[in-house]
């Protein structure tokens, strides 16, 4: 049994973030993690964070951020959320700076800021293409710093929950229950607060920009126990996934500069954001290249152009060379001399664990952060920059609230229930270890992820959505017929892939049924059969909580302060 007063989940930006927050408010902190943090998916962000520091336009104000934000959004971000994360930005990205983040610096010295989609201003502050990769390292510095204890190659194999002895009628996160991958044993880590911080949910789909661990594990297992799913319908996909790989071609490609052209070579988006063009919210471009393809203006196979030539080799060097890198090796084709065959890719999760601008989830003692969580500041589509800046700010909000709430409610010690969660967790893995299967489960995992690619796309309607539902309904059905081709317990991939696949499947499930339920168009979730944003019924956020029955779909209200909802023109 390992004994810390707050147990972050996930060592990615929110991850550590959030542990730096809790070490310095004096809390005995350890991060558990998959991977070692540097490899989280955080460190695969290249284009950038946003901030409104007004280097590159003195007229951008945390206002305009926040505005553009929630327009952004689609008006569904609650907008005291949205108002807390750009007044936070800039002292966030200049703490950055200062424990040593490389940015980009303009000519006079100062951070260089590129202009993103839907942004209204130059606000995202960059490191080459790599930004992900140098706040990554940044921020885990300053774990080691503070000496925050890590027990990487952890996968988390369910929260542990229990009674709370002041409120006995209340339930309280504990700690949770992981297998060492390497040593092969199942371990208890006890808490009084668990932050959750286990990134995104991309890996249900088949086609996505996001690393293999981006399974989503973490919102399925506190969605298990009790805490509610918000917005899961809202699914991003970027513009610009690698034709064939699917590898994210940064937004950055086009702030530098870049044109999307179909095969006639025509710069579209014209016909579709007149005065933004390529850098129109991802939604906007999303839905413009895949209309571009299915009209049959795309190339055959299905992919347009992400044209970089006029921008020069200088610039692409400096500003971009880890895209071109990416293309020449997985495209064969060299920015500089010849366009980017792209496509729309799955790319990011909007929705995630219902929580606060503290992370605080209804779930007492369980806190979340980073893409696994819903605050909700990006609302029906996220803005490019937002997420890495989401991470920071409400990373730190997050391990703030929980070294507070682990100070205030010290843990009583009660290992019975650990004892439980883990012959639960090896009744389980006897299970799959048990008698002939009857299933694969990489075929499983295939066809969720045709179906989600195919039927929960960036368009969408009520037939593919009810085959999207029933299908994955089937799924669920043969998951039991699935069983290890391996016993031992040591770097068992098999047995943690067929883990995985079980929460996925849960998340398609909630994803599709949100979406089926979601008669509009709004954001990401684009419904040919609803085409219109219906503020009147849908101005809401839609909540799923685990039943034994399927996910039960409940709503609540936007908050909104000052912005109207209005139309939105770009
Ligand atoms: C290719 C790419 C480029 C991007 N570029 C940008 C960008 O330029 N700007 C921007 O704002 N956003 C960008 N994003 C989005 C942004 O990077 C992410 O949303 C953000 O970094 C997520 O951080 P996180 O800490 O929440 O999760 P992650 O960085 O994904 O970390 C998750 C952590 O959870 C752990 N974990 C997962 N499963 C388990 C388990 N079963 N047991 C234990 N631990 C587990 C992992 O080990 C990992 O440490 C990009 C995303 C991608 C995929």
């Known amino acids: 049994m390992y004994t810390h007063q707050i147990l972050v989940v996930g060592g990615g930006l929110a991850g550590c973030r959030a542990a730096v927050a809790a070490a310095d408010l004096g809390a005995n902190v350890a991060i558990l993690s998959r991977v070692h943090p540097v490899r989280s998916h955080s460190g695969a962000a290249q284009g950038g964070i946003n901030g409104?520091?007004?280097?590159?336009?003195?007229?951008?104000?945390?206002?305009?951020?926040?505005?553009?934000?929630?327009?952004?959004?689609?008006?569904?971000?609650?907008?005291?959320?949205?108002?807390?994360?750009?007044?936070?930005?800039?002292?966030?990205?200049?703490?950055?700076?200062?424990w040593g983040a490389p940015f980009s610096r303009m000519e006079d010295g100062r951070i260089a800021q590129r202009p993103f989609g839907g942004a209204g201003f130059p606000r995202t502050c960059f490191s080459a293409d790599k930004t992900g990769h140098v706040l990554m390292h940044t921020l885990f510095e300053q774990c080691l710093k503070r000496q925050v204890q890590v027990y990487e190659e952890r996968?988390?194999?369910?929260?542990?929950?229990?009674?709370?002895?002041?409120?006995?009628?209340?339930?309280?996160?504990?700690?949770?229950?992981?297998?060492?991958?390497?040593?092969?044993?199942?371990?208890?880590?006890?808490?009084?607060?668990?932050?959750?911080?286990?990134?995104?949910?991309?890996?249900?789909?088949?086609?996505?920009?996001?690393?293999?661990?981006?399974?989503?594990?973490g919102m399925a297992l506190a969605y298990w126990k009790g805490a509610p799913l918000e917005d899961m319908e809202f699914v991003q996909f970027h513009p610009t996934g690698l034709f064939g790989?699917?590898?994210?071609?940064?937004?950055?490609?086009?702030?530098?500069?870049?044109?999307?052209?179909?095969?006639?070579?025509?710069?579209?988006?014209?016909?579709?954001?007149?005065?933004?063009?390529?850098?129109?919210?991802?939604?906007?471009?999303?839905?413009?290249?895949?209309?571009?393809?299915?009209?049959?203006?795309?190339?055959?196979?299905?992919?347009?152009?992400?044209?970089?030539?006029?921008?020069?080799?200088?610039?692409?060097?400096?500003?971009?060379?880890?895209?071109?890198?990416?293309?020449?090796?997985?495209?064969?084709?060299?920015?500089?001399?010849?366009?980017?065959?792209?496509?729309?890719?799955?790319?990011?999760t909007m929705g995630g664990i219902a929580c606060d601008i503290n992370g605080t989830t209804p779930l007492p003692g369980l806190y979340a952060c980073g893409e696994t969580a819903c605050v909700s500041v990006h609302g029906a589509n996220r803005l490019g920059g937002n997420s890495l800046l989401e991470t920071v700010v409400f990373g730190a909000r997050a391990g703030a609230a929980a070294a507070q709430y682990a100070k205030a409610n010290p843990t009583e010690a009660n290992g019975k229930i650990f004892d439980a969660e883990t012959q639960a967790a090896e009744k389980k893995i006897r299970g799959l270890g048990q008698g002939e299967a009857t299933e694969d489960y990489a075929a499983i995992k295939t066809e969720m992820g045709?179906?989600?690619?195919?039927?929960?796309?960036?368009?969408?309607?009520?037939?593919?959505?009810?085959?999207?539902?029933?299908?994955?309904?089937?799924?669920?059905?043969?998951?039991?017929?699935?069983?290890?081709?391996?016993?031992?317990?040591?770097?068992?991939?098999?047995?943690?892939?067929?883990?995985?696949?079980?929460?996925?499947?849960?998340?398609?499930?909630?994803?599709t049924l949100g979406a089926l339920a979601r008669t509009e168009s709004r954001g990401s979730h684009s419904r040919t059969d609803h085409p219109t944003r219906d503020d009147t019924h849908w101005l809401k956020h839609t909540l799923a909580t685990h039943t034994p029955q399927g996910p039960k779909l409940d709503y609540k209200p936007v908050t909104i302060t000052q912005w109207k909802p209005e139309a939105r023109v770009y």
């Open 52 to 98: 409104a520091l007004g280097t590159a336009d003195p007229k951008d104000s945390p206002e305009a951020h926040t505005y553009f934000t929630i327009k952004g959004s689609d008006f569904l971000a609650d907008q005291d959320a949205v108002q807390t994360m750009c007044q936070e930005a800039p002292s966030r990205i200049i703490e950055m700076e200062h």
């Open 155 to 217: 996968h988390i194999l369910s929260l542990v929950v229990d009674q709370d002895p002041k409120n006995p009628a209340a339930r309280r996160a504990r700690g949770v229950i992981a297998l060492h991958m390497t040593e092969g044993k199942l371990e208890s880590y006890r808490a009084d607060a668990v932050i959750m911080a286990t990134g995104g949910a991309g890996r249900i789909y088949r086609k996505t920009t996001n690393a293999h661990v981006n399974t989503g594990i």
């Open 245 to 348: 790989t699917n590898i994210l071609i940064s937004e950055g490609a086009r702030a530098e500069g870049g044109y999307l052209k179909n095969k006639d070579g025509e710069r579209f988006m014209k016909r579709y954001a007149e005065k933004f063009m390529e850098l129109a919210p991802r939604d906007i471009v999303a839905r413009a290249i895949a209309t571009e393809i299915n009209e049959g203006r795309g190339y055959p196979g299905g992919y347009v152009h992400l044209d970089l030539t006029h921008v020069g080799r200088e610039r692409i060097e400096e500003r971009l060379p880890g895209i071109r890198d990416l293309s020449i090796n997985f495209a064969g084709v060299d920015p500089v001399e010849a366009p980017i065959p792209i496509q729309p890719s799955h790319h990011y």
């Open 450 to 511: 045709n179906t989600m690619d195919d039927q929960v796309q960036v368009f969408r309607n009520e037939k593919d959505l009810r085959r999207a539902l029933d299908k994955i309904r089937e799924l669920k059905g043969r998951f039991p017929g699935v069983r290890l081709r391996r016993k031992g317990l040591r770097y068992n991939l098999d047995l943690i892939h067929i883990l995985e696949l079980e929460a996925m499947l849960d998340l398609a499930e909630v994803i």
